[in-house]
């Protein structure tokens, strides 16, 4: 049989940049033909101890040579480690571990529906969600973002998700009726362009949910695990969740989710209502136990919090010497937008030309994600660099 070579044999949903990494070490990564980047997307939030990281590297390899698979059907000891750690470090009880954000996004959704229906209030399944707002990929996470540009053509979506304008607090309460279940959203936008919602306005939502008997869900694939400062963004709130999905980080670059809950909303999810065949298998728990390990010694999240303070000082400065490039910066730790005037795709290639790598967002936004354990040498490099590519703009 003769193949239609017009099409890659890798399908080409991503336009993809002409760059082959084949080493990391750090916040540094090495491409095949000899040139270096500093690696200010980490994979879009999911390498968050750098490339290598030596424990991680260790605590894999150890696993790999003992087992790696058994199947949820029996006990698997590093995943009860993980489960008991993210217990004791947050607001959940209980967790089920998936593969990916868009999974533990499902395992969100079904677990909110789930406890509706299993306390009798059988009409109540539909969730509110945000404009601009990101849950994965799959037919129920796009149906809840609601974003043409993820739903053009997979019609019919899946039903059940009423969606408001972002930071509208009484657009919010104007959809809530007898059918509502819950309301789901990223305490700082990632895709959306790292856009924080405000502390006054979770608490908002909690008072919402509270007066009407509705869980809240916090998506945070790509604001948890330290990228904050905190282990979890909404920890800088004071709010809590009663379901809340995470992944990206989670593993360090080794794919697992997690669906962390409370016990009461985990309440209708017994006995083979959900599953997953690799979720939390042993080395993927072994490898996130491995990544917990580091962040939660002593002084890492404050580390975060300090060179945060620093990179975001550091581009305030810039912002102001290239008024004509920069408009602004956001963002929360080692989460940051930088606002574009220019189109952001033109910098974001202008600071890869310079050998910084970043990812660009919604609302004309470049994303820096840098790994958590960056030092401050290598964010005044990361300045130099933006800061030669703004020059180059201006020009
Ligand atoms: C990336 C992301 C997801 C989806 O995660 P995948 O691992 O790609 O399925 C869900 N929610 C948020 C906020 C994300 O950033």
């Given at each position: 049989?003769?193949?239609?070579?017009?099409i890659?044999?890798?399908?080409?949903?991503?336009?993809?940049?002409?760059?082959?990494f084949?080493?990391?070490?750090?916040?540094?990564?090495?491409?095949?033909?000899?040139?270096?980047?500093?690696?200010?997307?980490?994979?879009?939030?999911?390498?968050?101890?750098?490339?290598a990281?030596?424990?991680?590297?260790?605590?894999?390899?150890?696993?790999?040579?003992?087992?790696?698979?058994?199947?949820?059907?029996?006990?698997?000891?590093?995943?009860?480690?993980?489960?008991?750690r993210?217990?004791?470090?947050?607001?959940?009880?209980?967790?089920?571990?998936?593969?990916?954000?868009?999974?533990?996004?499902?395992?969100?959704?079904?677990?909110?529906?789930?406890?509706?229906?299993?306390?009798?209030?059988?009409?109540?399944?539909?969730?509110?969600?945000?404009?601009?707002?990101?849950?994965?990929r799959?037919?129920?996470?796009?149906?809840?973002?609601?974003?043409?540009?993820?739903?053009?053509?997979?019609?019919?979506?899946?039903?059940?998700?009423?969606?408001?304008?972002?930071?509208?607090?009484?657009?919010?309460?104007?959809?809530?009726?007898?059918?509502t279940?819950?309301?789901?959203?990223?305490?700082?936008?990632?895709?959306?362009?790292?856009?924080?919602?405000?502390?006054?306005?979770?608490?908002?939502?909690?008072?919402?949910?509270?007066?009407?008997?509705?869980?809240?869900?916090?998506?945070?694939?790509?604001?948890?695990?330290?990228?904050?400062?905190?282990?979890?963004?909404?920890?800088?709130?004071?709010?809590?969740?009663?379901?809340?999905?995470?992944?990206?980080?989670?593993?360090?670059?080794?794919?697992?989710?997690?669906?962390?809950?409370?016990?009461?909303?985990?309440?209708?999810?017994?006995?083979?209502?959900?599953?997953?065949t690799?979720?939390?298998?042993?080395?993927?728990?072994?490898?996130?136990?491995?990544?917990?390990?580091?962040?939660?010694?002593?002084?890492?999240?404050?580390?975060?919090v300090?060179?945060?303070?620093?990179?975001?000082?550091?581009?305030?400065?810039?912002?102001?010497?290239f008024?004509?490039?920069?408009?602004?910066?956001?963002?929360?730790?080692?989460?940051?937008?930088?606002k574009?005037?220019?189109?952001?795709?033109e910098?974001?290639?202008?600071?890869?030309?310079?050998?910084?790598?970043?990812?660009?967002?919604?609302?004309?936004?470049?994303?820096?994600?840098?790994?958590?354990?960056?030092?401050?040498?290598?964010?005044?490099?990361?300045?130099?660099?933006?800061?030669?590519?703004?020059?180059?703009?201006?020009?």
């Open positions: 049989m003769t193949k239609n070579e017009a890659p044999t890798v399908l080409p949903v991503y336009n993809r940049i002409d760059l082959v084949e080493r990391g070490e750090g916040a540094w990564l090495y491409t095949n033909d000899g040139r270096k980047f500093l690696d200010f997307a980490s994979g879009i939030a999911v390498t968050g101890l750098g490339h990281h030596p424990h991680l590297v260790e605590t894999l390899q150890k696993q790999a040579a003992r087992v790696w698979h058994v199947s949820n059907l029996f006990r698997i000891d590093p995943l009860e480690r993980l489960a008991d993210l217990v004791a470090n947050s607001f959940a009880e209980t967790v089920f571990a998936c593969n990916s954000g868009a999974e533990a996004m499902e395992a969100c959704i079904k677990m909110a529906r789930r406890f509706q229906w299993a306390r009798g209030q059988q009409r109540r399944n539909r969730i509110i969600t945000f404009e601009g707002s990101f849950h994965g799959t037919m129920a996470t796009i149906s809840a973002a609601g974003e043409t540009r993820l739903t053009e053509g997979f019609a019919p979506l899946l039903d059940g998700f009423d969606r408001v304008p972002f930071g509208d607090h009484d657009a919010v309460r104007a959809a809530i009726t007898e059918e279940a819950a309301i789901m959203i990223e305490p700082v936008q990632g895709e959306g362009g790292i856009r924080p919602v405000p502390k006054e306005c979770l608490q908002g939502l909690r008072e919402l949910c509270d007066e009407h008997d509705l869980l809240l869900i916090f998506d945070e694939v790509q604001c948890g695990m330290g990228r904050t400062g905190k282990l979890f963004a909404h920890q800088l709130s004071g709010v809590t969740p009663d379901i809340m999905g995470s992944a990206k980080g989670l593993g360090g670059g080794f794919p697992i989710g997690a669906c962390l809950a409370t016990a009461r909303a985990a309440s209708g999810m017994t006995t083979s209502t959900h599953g997953s690799f979720g939390g298998n042993p080395l993927a728990s072994a490898v996130a136990n491995a990544v917990l390990d580091v962040m939660l010694e002593d002084g890492f999240l404050d580390r975060v300090e060179r945060g303070r620093y990179l975001a000082r550091k581009l305030e400065t810039l912002a102001g010497t008024p004509g490039v920069i408009a602004g910066t956001r963002g929360e730790g080692l989460m940051l937008g930088i574009c005037i220019a189109p952001h795709l910098l974001s290639a202008k600071l890869r030309e310079n050998g910084l790598l970043s990812v660009p967002a919604a609302d004309n936004i470049v994303r820096l994600l840098p790994p958590m354990t960056i030092s401050e040498e290598e964010i005044d490099i990361a300045i130099d660099m933006i800061g030669e590519s703004c020059r180059a703009m201006t020009t």
